[in-house]
């Protein structure tokens, strides 16, 4: 059954730096999307990407957060310059018509 | 604007008793609705959903969800519940068409008495 991967399973870096979570969604989706778990909270919506543009942001996703799907299989979530609050379980999905999680990325932010 | 409320934050059950996780919805449009269970450590696994039809829909694991538009509820249902089933539980809702926002709730814990 195809299933949405993501890498790395955990990320630990030190504020201020860039960190790139990478996402390959199903192969046959049109929609892809971010969300994040802040540890105890819900999941809440970054962004939703479709036809190589952003569909829709959260207020979360600030100038601070990037999304690109380079190469057609990829699906990527840039952060620039990573804060103490961006520490959280960071989720790719995609769908047609139902979304799809992938197993996640913790962030840690030192 | 869209939120879901799970009234319930933790709820402990025993093996082998029925089970009922309330959801309630506000959506200004039709909705999408959804419930998806997370494991410790684990990423979102789809149990169930409904677009449109019967109100009655049946998901992974024996488990079942029942659509209320009266109610703007869609609590989910197992009979008899295992000790695997011990987890976070996520009722989500989204657009019909197109790239789907989902609003989750804030979860429901669920623990399994021996």
């Known amino acids: 059954e195809p299933e949405v991967t993501q890498t790395p399973s955990h990320q630990v870096t030190q504020m201020g730096q860039e960190v790139i979570l990478r996402c390959v969604p199903i192969?046959?989706?049109?929609?892809f999307y971010w969300y994040r778990q802040i540890l105890g909270q819900k999941v809440e919506f970054l962004v939703s990407?479709?036809?190589?543009?952003?569909?829709?942001k959260s207020e979360i996703f600030d100038d601070q957060f990037s999304v690109e799907r380079p190469d057609g299989s990829n699906f990527t979530l840039k952060i620039r310059s990573t804060k103490l609050e961006d520490s959280a379980m960071y989720f790719c999905?995609?769908?047609?018509?139902?979304?799809?999680f992938g197993p996640g990325t913790r962030l840690t932010v030192l | 604007a869209q939120s879901v409320t799970q009234p319930d934050i933790h709820i402990t059950v025993s093996e082998g008793a029925s089970l009922e996780l309330r959801c309630n919805y506000s959506?200004?449009?039709?909705?999408?609705l959804f419930w998806y269970v997370q494991s410790p450590g684990q990423g979102l696994q789809l149990l169930l959903k409904?677009?449109?039809?019967?109100?009655l829909v049946q998901g992974i694991k024996g488990f079942e969800a029942e659509f209320k538009r009266s109610q703007s509820s869609f609590n989910l249902r197992k009979p008899s519940v295992h000790w695997s089933d011990a987890a976070e539980y996520f009722c989500?809702?989204?657009?019909?068409?197109?790239?789907?926002?989902?609003?989750f709730g804030q979860g429901t814990r669920l623990t399994i008495n021996p």
């Open positions: 990407f479709y036809n190589n543009e952003i569909s829709e």
């Open positions: 959506y200004g449009a039709t909705p999408y």
């Open positions: 989500a809702v989204g657009a019909i068409q197109g790239a789907q926002k989902l609003v």
């Open positions: 999905a995609s769908s047609l018509d139902t979304q799809y």
């Open positions: 409904y677009f449109s039809g019967d109100t």
């Open positions: 192969s046959n989706h049109l929609y």
